[in-house]
């Protein structure tokens, strides 16, 4: 906390700084200009009135000058925006030229697309530090089921996700996809199978239908409407004024969380991915909405193999198997109906949602 504080005050400090020379940088400019501009007009005066040059004269320099003064006034103004953003640049290039993770060997063998199952064997993970974040985890998704993760905050569901993405490599044991162990093999090929929806999807201000492409950029315009019509805003989209080219505004404030949740779900679905990973997807929804968009993903689920991760356990009562995690490690695994039956964690936390 107090690291924090401290930065905190650094920050302060800094942008009191930044804005009194903003400021200065400004004022200073104008303040001179103005002063500058009395004593000629001062002396301008004097020179008239002595007759050593003619008022056409003095107004003349006097119009040229206030315009002159006026335009480097202006351009002054520009400088502390310059300044600003040249540390911006210098940062997006610190970005880009920061490595990534780990680099596949290039010839790392593909994932072949899912036939069996997803299996998580004796996988431990820290993200550093002393703690493991997930710990001796066992996971078997049958291909085209649908399972869902749950357990309480921390206990280690998105971190499931981020390693079967291999956004993280875990620190032991093996994931597989059918016989292929992912961290093996190349990350394009086994990220080519699968989409993720998370709670807050950024869409961007461009048309729906360039919204819905980002999925795939390859798609063809059929391509992004059997998405639409598959995650159930297709007649949305098409009463707009614009239908598909209509503009979404920035962070697509133009449609409601629902809706801006489908669209999600068709940019997922036009990758036709053969595993779909939802990261508490309908969690911000409101409860009709809720249950509305997860009717929606139980049809899109077909022929697929569907893994969600969520807190709110309305969501998954339908799920072929439910996989309860605490504190990184697996501790219940079953239907709805059996995990209740076992009057265990998932019944105390399934009594408790109401
Ligand atoms: N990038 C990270 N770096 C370090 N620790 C992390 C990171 N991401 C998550 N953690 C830690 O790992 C643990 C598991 O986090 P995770 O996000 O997987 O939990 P979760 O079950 O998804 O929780 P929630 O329901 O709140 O989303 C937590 O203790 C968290 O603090
Ligand atoms: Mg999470």
């Given at each position: ?85 040249s540390g911006a640049t210098r940062h997006i290039n610190d970005i880009f030229e920061e ?256």
């Open positions: 906390m107090r690291g924090f504080g401290e930065r905190n005050q650094l920050e302060r400090s800094q942008a009191i700084r930044h804005r009194f020379l903003n400021a200065m940088v400004e004022r200073s400019v104008t303040i001179s200009v103005l002063m500058l501009h009395l004593v000629v007009f001062g002396l301008g005066a004097y020179l008239t009135y002595n007759e050593e040059i003619t008022l056409g004269t003095f107004i003349t320099f006097e119009s040229v000058f206030w315009e002159l003064s006026y335009n480097i006034g202006h351009v002054t103004q520009f400088i502390p925006v310059t300044i600003t953003a490595p990534s993770r780990s680099q596949d060997s290039p010839d790392a063998p593909g994932v072949p697309r899912i036939q069996n199952a997803i299996t998580f064997r004796n996988v431990q993970f820290s993200y550093g530090g002393d703690t493991r974040q997930i710990r001796n985890l066992n996971l078997t998704i049958p291909e085209g089921s649908r399972v869902a993760i749950v357990g309480p905050s921390g206990s280690g569901k998105s971190t499931v996700l981020s390693l079967l993405l291999r956004l993280y490599d875990p620190t032991g044991g093996t994931i597989r996809v059918d016989d292929t162990d992912i961290v093996q093999s190349r990350r394009d090929s086994l990220r080519e199978q699968m989409a993720i929806v998370f709670q807050d999807n950024l869409l961007f201000d461009i048309s729906i239908r360039e919204n819905i492409r980002l999925g795939n950029p390859a798609a063809s315009d059929e391509d992004v409407e059997r998405a639409a019509k598959a995650a159930e805003i297709h007649r949305f989209i098409r009463s707009l004024p614009n239908g598909y080219d209509t503009v979404v505004g920035e962070r697509g404030n133009m449609m409601s969380g629902g809706q801006r949740q489908r669209v999600a779900i068709a940019r997922a679905l036009v990758r036709d991915p053969a595993i779909l990973l939802l990261d508490e997807a309908t969690s911000a929804l409101d409860h009709g909405t809720e249950q509305a968009i997860n009717r929606t993903l139980m049809k899109v689920a077909a022929g697929r193999t569907m893994i969600t991760v969520t807190h709110r356990l309305h969501s998954v009562t339908e799920m072929d198997k439910i996989f309860v995690l605490e504190k990184g490690r697996l501790i219940e695994e079953g239907t709805h109906a059996e995990l209740l039956k076992r009057k265990g964690v998932y019944a105390a936390l399934w009594k408790q949602a109401g």
